[in-house]
């Protein structure tokens, strides 16, 4: 069952942020992805896991219409259109994370997961979102998982939460753990810039453009280079 909730997920993760293209976001995979769990929750309707998961999907499938422009760039979650959020697949990824959580299964990495993605889709307002939650909630998902990804998730949380200059010794201290992984500078140059050292934030940000496969990420990475260097 793990390797077949994972399977369904990395395909979900290529629908919901393309690793490589000129396309950010490819919903047919998603849809196809949150298929799957549907079949997978009628077939075991008490594995907590498996409803975990499929809140997962529908909570950040929620957001896919409010993730590109027009042009079809990048619009980051703070400048998102909330009214473009899919309130129904909201509806249905809270219920799931709440039928997980009554199997159980509040506590394994989906759930977890899928609870940060409700944090997020409660808040009417970018500025509404409880990023101490958030910060606490990875806190528990990098326990369970030991992943250097969760911790540099668990990061940006920080910087929102207890600010760029905490955030940035949690960054620092994954040097060496995701070298090739183009959010590691992509974050590093967002707490730097923030912390008003604008020359080592556009460093980190072109380093972080050469490391994307994806045009649209390496489209916004270079302007937020261009940006720190004004």
Not at 11 to 39: H, K, Q, W
Request: net charge negative; aromatic share 4%.
């Amino acid at each position: 069952m793990a390797s077949a909730l994972a399977v369904v997920y990395l395909v979900f993760n290529e629908g919901y942020s393309a690793t490589a293209g000129e396309d950010v976001v490819r919903p047919a995979l998603c849809d196809e992805a949150m298929r799957l769990g549907r079949i997978l929750v009628a077939l075991v309707p008490d594995e907590s896991e498996v409803h975990g998961l499929l809140a997962l999907m529908e909570l950040q499938s929620s957001r896919l219409r409010a993730r590109t422009g027009p042009d079809g760039a990048i619009v980051t979650l703070l400048d998102q259109d909330r009214g473009r959020w899919d309130q129904l697949l909201i509806h249905r990824g809270l219920a799931g994370l709440a039928r997980a959580e009554q199997l159980g299964g509040g506590a394994e990495p989906y759930a977890v997961q899928a609870a940060i993605a409700a944090v997020h889709a409660r808040a009417r307002t970018a500025d509404a979102t409880d990023w101490p939650r958030i910060a606490a909630l990875y806190a528990v998902l990098a326990r369970v998982t030991a992943s250097p990804v969760v911790e540099l998730n668990r990061a940006v949380a920080v910087s929102t939460a207890d600010g760029p200059a905490a955030a940035l010794e949690l960054v620092d201290g994954l040097e060496g753990r995701l070298d090739n992984y183009y959010l590691l500078p992509s974050v590093r140059g967002d707490l730097l810039a923030k912390l008003g050292r604008p020359a080592e934030a556009r460093v980190e940000f072109e380093r972080a453009a050469g490391l994307t496969a994806n045009e649209r990420e390496r489209d916004l990475l270079l302007a937020r280079a261009r940006d720190a260097g004004q």
